[in-house]
């Protein structure tokens, strides 16, 4: 059980308990209230209704939201490196005109290799 947040002040199963009875009264609530309501529906609602409440109150949640958090940081980071590369200097193929990396060796568009003056 995890040391921080709102799921170390319960107890793990009662928090599945929270989670599974919002997921079950949620997908029948929905249910009841769309004349055309079915199974993927139910799934489909109780599910998003009940997805916050598996974060805050399941160790499982928390270890995947914190997961998902720092993988969202190192796309970031990919994303700082390819903008990096965006402002490099540019050399312009002779044969199709593609303006390529400096340190390109071959053309990015075509593939004919690439003539330095």
Known sequence: ????????NIKPIYGWVIVISVFFMSGLIINSQIQSGNFLSF???GGIIAMPFWIILTDSGATWLMNAT?????????HTTINNNVAQDKIVCSFCGWQNLTTNNYCMDCGEKIESD
């Open 70 to 78: 720092s993988a969202s940081s190192d796309s970031s980071s990919i």
């Open 43 to 45: 799934l489909v609602v």
């Open 1 to 8: 059980m995890s040391e921080n947040g709102p799921s170390a």
